[in-house]
């Protein structure tokens, strides 16, 4: 413990000279920038600046890709809130109410909370990666892909709690979502399903122009329709700042997400998207009003913008301590790390304590630098939905054109847009939710690999989900969800045969 | 007004003819003048995406155009190869290839085709490893294929994708050694280290070089290599050969522009790419990747460019059975 404190204070010290705090700074704002135009996420950000880093010592290089990789998650939500468009895939859960409150004149609660929410978990996962590093690290080394599967069916029984209408209808957008998602190379075999000899299709439909057609080119449409000339915003703004209902409202989805996320990040494969899921879909089981989710509850945007952001403090602990990246940005920083000629392992702390907790400490000013930087520009941002529509929707198309050229160059992806965007309008039209239909399209293939992947390391086995502990833990927790969805069923039913 | 207007417009022509003129005096243009984009079938991040960034930087200055690297993931490489068939064969889009290439020729039934493309130069080629926990029981490879026979299919080797050189890589021990293995496939090189650190598998077949962030771990220990000499980062290591299995094979990577491009240029990039392979930084960064500084120029490469092909088809041919 006391040895923890003292290598702080020396990762202070490091990260306290200028150069360094001057690459945080510039880190978390190109970050932020990044998160707010949707599109090109972290990892595209990162992968182009890594050259950049040459030419910085190591403990700078990292401490300005994890603000980058921050800057991006605070910056993502802004999009979310304001324009209903995901700044990056873990966003999209911020958007179910997120928006809404924007649309209610109470977009600045809705920012201030998630820039809050999101620093409190940061920080807190921060202490939670000093203190828990190695024994968590080795820990994170007993999952495979049994594990994985086990994880993502919980992840799939939720799918359900995504939606705020008919359930019916979450489900066929969800069975909608786990067949698009088999477009493309199968995951084991590396056979094309559905691919039609098209070169563009063999990864799959592309997850980003999907969700920016479905969320933002939809919204595009239908804002259209009104004729008013008005922003998006009609009411009055009614407060820049969350007030003391909020606050004890958020408390404990914040708490609750911080934690969701910390430990959904430390496990391989456990992303941002699924912690956020997980917080949303926990909040509104334990809320006492859940059916006021998807129409504005702070309770939706408090969750899942903390869990988001601890997930990521917690995909650092295998990366620091035992040099495994847990995501495709935690794979980039060690690919950084590595031409800098430090490779991160359980000697990292030993051989290069400097590094280590330099990064840390980076990250508790990296939260604060956000925090400054988020919080005064919400009055800015707030005004931006007072402009006309007529105004500011060619920009957030042109937006979303940039965002998804840039992934892969290709005006296929384009074309991907656009087509959900009408797809989307349609959804909208007939109230069909896009959030189950995305989460079921990211979970699907993931959990098509774990579970193939455990058959075959199992010698075909099924028994292989039962017999090893975690997996055992997690396919628990996703029959006891199943069956504490039928309890109100059931009382329902008894109630019905009542004289 | 007309006759002024008759007499400038003539002038007008006659010096738009003559400052074009010397273009086409010239007949070729000085090549290049435009940005070279490499195009990388792969997302970002991976050891040859990021060698082919540090060069193309190095690049830039000396050829005083852009080198820009694009990446174009899809099937394993074959979307960037789709794409460098329908390009224009001027030598302005190139694009990286490694063993691959002709192992998707066999699978896409020539929709790829690994002869459309004329190599420019190899930047590097590694051996593959066979990889064990160092808490497994085997010390050597002998000991290793002994359990493997003695256990047909229970030892589980990992690879990087069913098909992909690895994996053709792990088929090629079975068939020489006369082992049955399970093959376990992952998405990357790292995964297949992460999972045997973890020991959810028993070996691995990818080459260090991908795996090196669960090498530096030390928990590792790899038991061959199959190059035809021993490893330079793993002296210690002995090679297939060495150990009584007749297998040489390694993974190389390199880049190849469309068939028809002109020689010259072709020679003007291979030329450009050796330039910048030996820069100090480059050099560096080679080292910090775990490849080794063995590129070939373009003659040589194209012995093991075009000889790929009857080394791995017959074990691909073998697989569909």
New interface residues.
């Given amino acids: 413990m006391l040895d923890s404190l003292s290598g702080l204070l020396f990762g202070f010290k490091i990260t306290f000279q200028p150069e360094n705090l001057f690459f945080c700074f510039a880190g978390c704002f190109v970050g932020t920038l990044i998160g707010v135009l949707p599109g090109i996420g972290p ?2 950000a ?3 600046l ?2 950049a880093t ?1 030419y910085l010592s190591p403990s700078t290089a990292v401490i300005m890709l994890a603000g980058i990789y921050y800057g991006a998650m605070y910056g993502g939500s802004t999009t979310s809130i304001l324009i209903n468009i995901p700044g990056e895939a873990a966003s999209v859960v911020t958007c179910l109410d997120g928006y809404q409150m924007a649309r209610q004149g109470r977009a600045g609660p809705a920012l201030g909370i998630a820039a809050i929410g999101s620093f409190i978990a940061g920080t807190s996962g921060v202490i939670g990666l000093m203190f828990l590093a190695p024994p968590l690290a080795n820990f994170a ?5 049994p594990e994985y599967a086990a994880i993502i069916i919980c992840g799939l029984i939720l799918v359900s709690y995504l939606g705020s209408g008919s359930i019916l209808k979450a489900f066929i957008m969800g069975a909608l979502g786990l067949l698009l998602g088999t477009i493309g ?1 199968d ?4 056979l ?1 399903r559905f691919t039609f ?1 098209s ?2 299709l ?2 799959g439909l592309g997850l980003i122009p999907i969700i920016m057609g479905l969320f933002g080119i939809s919204e595009i449409l239908i804002n259209l329709e009104e004729e008013e000339f008005r922003g998006i915003l009609q009411e009055k703004i009614k407060n820049l700042f969350p007030n003391v209902r909020d606050w004890i409202a958020s408390t404990w989805p914040i708490l609750r997400g911080t934690l969701i996320g910390f430990f959904v990040g430390i496990i ?1 494969g456990g992303n941002t998207i699924i912690s956020a899921t997980m917080s949303y879909a926990v909040e509104k089981r334990v809320s006492k009003h859940p059916e006021k989710f998807g129409t504005g509850a702070i309770e939706g945007v408090a969750g899942p913008e903390s869990a988001n952001n601890s997930s990521i403090t917690g995909s650092f602990i295998p990366l620091l301590s ?4 847990t995501n ?1 940005v935690m ?2 920083l ?2 950084s790390l ?4 430090v ?5 990292l702390i030993s051989q290069h304590p400097e590094i280590f907790w330099s990064v840390i400490a980076s990250m508790y000013i990296g939260n604060l630098m956000l925090l400054a930087l988020n919080l005064p520009l919400i009055g800015l941002w707030v005004k931006l939905l007072k402009v006309p529509y007529a105004y500011l929707f060619p920009f957030i198309f042109l937006f979303c054109l940039l965002g998804t050229y840039s992934l ?3 005006v296929f992806d384009i074309g991907v847009m656009i087509l959900f965007g009408l797809v989307g309008y349609l959804m909208r039209k007939f109230a069909y939710e896009p959030a189950p239909f995305i989460l079921a399209f990211i979970l699907g293939p993931m959990f098509e ?1 774990h579970f193939r ?1 455990s058959l ?2 199992s ?1 075909g086995s099924f028994t292989v989900f039962f017999v090893r502990p975690i997996s055992l833990v997690f396919m628990l927790a996703a029959i006891l969800l199943l069956l504490s969805s039928l309890v109100p069923w059931m009382k329902r039913k008894k109630g019905a045969f009542d004289p | 007004m007309k006759r002024f207007f008759s007499k400038w417009t003539a002038v007008g022509v006659a010096l738009v003819i003559g400052a074009t003129l010397p273009a086409h005096l010239w007949g070729q243009e000085k090549f290049p003048k435009e940005t070279i984009t490499i195009l990388f079938g792969w997302g970002t991040g991976g050891t040859a995406d990021l060698l082919l960034r540090g060069l193309a930087d190095v690049m830039q200055k000396d050829l005083k155009v852009p080198v820009v690297v694009e990446n174009k993931p899809g099937g394993g490489g074959v979307l960037s190869w789709g794409l460098l068939q329908s390009a224009k064969a001027d030598g302005y889009t190139i694009v990286y290839v490694s063993n691959s290439v002709v192992l998707e020729t066999y699978k896409t039934k020539g929709k790829i085709d690994y002869k459309n493309f004329e190599p420019i130069l190899m930047l590097n080629s590694a051996p593959m490893a066979i990889t064990v926990h160092v808490e497994s029981p085997w010390k050597t490879i002998g000991e290793f294929i002994e359990y493997a026979r003695a256990n047909p299919g229970k030892v589980r080797v990992g690879n990087s994708g069913m098909g992909a050189i690895f994996h053709i890589f792990a088929l090629s021990v079975e068939k020489k050694a006369g082992v049955k293995f399970t093959h376990v496939p992952f998405k990357a090189g790292s995964e297949c280290g992460t999972a045997l650190l973890g020991k959810h598998i028993e070996a691995t077949a990818p080459n260090p070089g991908d795996m090196s962030a669960s090498l530096a771990t030390g928990k590792l220990r790899l038991l061959a290599t199959s190059g035809d000499k021993r490893d330079a980062f793993f002296p210690d290591v002995p090679t297939f050969k060495e150990s009584g299995i007749d297998l040489a094979m390694e993974i190389w990577r390199g880049v190849a522009a469309p068939k028809g491009t002109p020689v010259e240029r072709i020679s003007i990039l291979e030329k450009a790419f050796m330039r910048a392979m030996e820069q100090p930084r480059s050099q560096e960064l080679l080292k910090k990747l775990m490849l080794a500084n063995n590129s070939l120029p373009t003659a040589e490469f194209r012995k093991v460019y075009y000889g790929e092909a009857e080394k791995a088809i017959p074990i691909l041919m073998a697989l569909e059975k």
Avoid: Q, V
């Fill in positions: 990892s595209g990162l992968a182009i890594l050259p040459f080394l007993k999952f495979s892909s190379s995951p084991i075999d590396r094309d000899g070169f563009y063999l990864e391989p035992l040099g495994i990246p495709a794979a980039l060690l690919a590595m031409i800098h000629g490779s991160p392992g359980p000697l892969r160059n290709t690999e992947r075959i390391m010698y």
